[in-house]
């Protein structure tokens, strides 16, 4: 047993019974033993999972720990817990604390430490109970009414940090999908007016929002002199045009964000630094602006609109008939209440952020930063300083360039690229470049516009394995039929596609095809659980439309088709029409100058009286009559779908 050891160990010789038998002689071995003594003490922080031993020291015969070894390990300490009651120091006969400071051993248990707040930058509720605590420890005797009003107060506070904490680390470690994160989302709002607080001005104030970069262990490079904790984005901020339904929409949300920032927090490879941590300083501008810098401005911003949000919150339930003290802080049941459902910001709040703010129709509300992945596939919002830290400069800048020669467009705050490729010589070096550069690139619209071949799609099919595109739009329409027909038999142009829309990292994909890729079946990937959206455009051959109709009643997820110019006849819209009866998927139809006059315009209209997905659907040029005409208007009005006649 492991958690044993052995005492004592007694042999036990038996002569042999028969002469014959030679020695050696038959013995037994009586083991005894008892529970192996603990050598160490186990610790965790409070409302944490991870444990940490602390080496015992055996004083006069007695198990205990030093003070001094706990502060090693959990810097800050205040005070340890077990269960319930609070590990006190140990004290001699005349109750005086013995030094060094220790505690007992407890056995087969592990203590809970609770730290001290990081930084107390003004008096108030936490300086009132640290000012008692010492008191409490200078005296060494204290009524019992004080101590239990200290007691009290201690565990008010500490609550209220691990509830914090605790919403804390929910917000830092949740993970969002690429198409849910188009904005930043931690931010802070300050009041654009250093000024002191006064609720009887509190409703004139004017705050700015204020975001924060993401960085970490994640935009850590080897070498790295920078550091690498969380911090206000290098921007002037937005101004918040609607305070008071933002402050109601955002309010929990603001309150943990703000408390993080002041009193500081190291979570999940984030590190935040108590702002009375930092270096302070009168102003930050492009000169002497550091990571590690402050202004007094945002350190007394930021204690200004958490008075504002606690004000705020009192008014409130003053409105709704509470009797409230304008002087304390909310009780810890109804802080819990208050931030019950904060758990981070969900895709639409972060939608409609911009609707509470005043921004220029060129602003993109993302406050000076770049959209990053983690190698956990996990999305970013960090600084520039930490974006080229997270990702090789060279490289990057060699994308640049070859965008720039193709005449494309490369947003790197959002990871975009869109960009026309005319040769093969230009697209070798493009698929290089963007498989080298590992630059946050997520959402690539690319456009093949040469007779391109076999080795070009399979080069392209390896550069996306090795970037981090997941939003991907595929233009192959200018394959030339006779070329793409000699170069690809019919099994290997489908494969490399479906090879594409294979790839794990795609959430998003649309391909505009080729007239040679009719075949929408041959196009079935085997796995695509991984993907949010998959599409497919195309204007086929004439020849090729009883294929399509059947696809079409397949489903396969084509969502834009162009048959303008073919000549399908009323007999060609009876047959669309039967297919758009069942088809989910088809949004976007083009018939224009297909002759399906009268006959085929009454029957199209009946499909789309059970057809739900079509929005757009252009008919000019088909003389489809009076008749025609009425039914269509009839059924646009109650479907919702656009009729251009």
Known sequence: NPSYRPLSLHLIFFPALTPSLAFPHFFTFIIHQEPAMEDTQSFRLIGKLDIENIPLDNVNGQNIIYWEDIKEVFPGVKYVKNGERTV??????????????????????????????MSIT?????????????????????????????????????????????????????NYELLEYTIPRL???????????????????????????????????????????????????????????????????????????????????????????????DILDSAQSTIDSVTSKVIEGVDYSLKYLEESRTLIQKSDGVDVDGNERMPQQDLATYFAGVEGLEGADLRQLGSYLSTNSSDN????????????????????????????????????DVVKLARGVFDEQLGSIKVTLNSSFAAAEFLEAISKAKAGIYDLDITFGWNCSRTDLEA????????????????????????????????????????????????????????????????QPKRSSHLHKLSFEMTPRASDFQVLVKSLKTNYPLTTLNLENNSIGKEGALALSEALKTNTTLMTLTLGNNSIEREGALALSEALKTNTTLTTLDLKYNSIGNEGALALTNVSKASGCIIET
């Open 88 to 117: 006190t120091k140990m004290r001699d006969s005349h109750q005086n604390r013995i030094e060094p400071h220790r505690i007992k051993h407890c056995p087969k248990v592990v203590l809970e430490v609770v730290l001290s707040p």
């Open 122 to 174: 003004n008096p108030g509720f936490e300086g009132t109970v640290l000012h008692k605590l010492d008191g409490l420890h200078d005296q060494g005797d204290m009524t019992q009414r004080i101590a239990q009003e200290v007691w009290e107060l201690a565990k008010q506070m500490n609550d209220r940090l691990i509830l914090i904490q605790r919403k804390t680390e929910a917000i830092l470690t949740q």
């Open 187 to 281: 931010f802070i709002v300050l009041p654009e007016m250093s000024t002191s607080w006064d609720p009887k001005t509190m409703l004139r104030t004017k705050f700015r929002l204020h975001f924060i970069c993401e960085c970490g262990e994640h935009t850590r490079a080897s070498g790295s002199k920078i550091p690498h904790h969380l911090h206000l984005a290098n921007h002037e901020g937005y101004v918040v045009n609607k305070p008071t339904e933002f402050f109601k929409k955002y309010g929990p949300f603001l309150t943990l964000m703000l408390e993080m920032i002041k009193v500081g927090t190291s979570i999940a490879g984030h590190v935040v630094p108590a702002l009375a941590s930092l270096k302070v300083v």
């Open 365 to 400: 509300l993302l406050g000076n930063l770049y959209r990053m992945t983690t190698n956990d596939g996990h999305v970013k919002w960090v600084c520039l300083h930490h974006y080229r830290a997270g990702y090789q400069e060279a490289h990057t800048q060699k994308l640049r």
């Open 460 to 523: 392209f099919e390896k550069a996306l394995k090795l970037s981090s595109v997941s939003i991907l739009r595929l233009d192959l329409h200018r394959f030339q039929a006779s070329i793409a027909s000699n170069m690809f038999s019919t099994f290997t142009r489908y494969e490399i596609l479906v090879r594409i829309i294979e790839h794990t990292n795609m959430k998003m994909i649309h391909i505009v095809l080729s007239k040679d890729f009719v075949k929408l079946s041959s196009l």
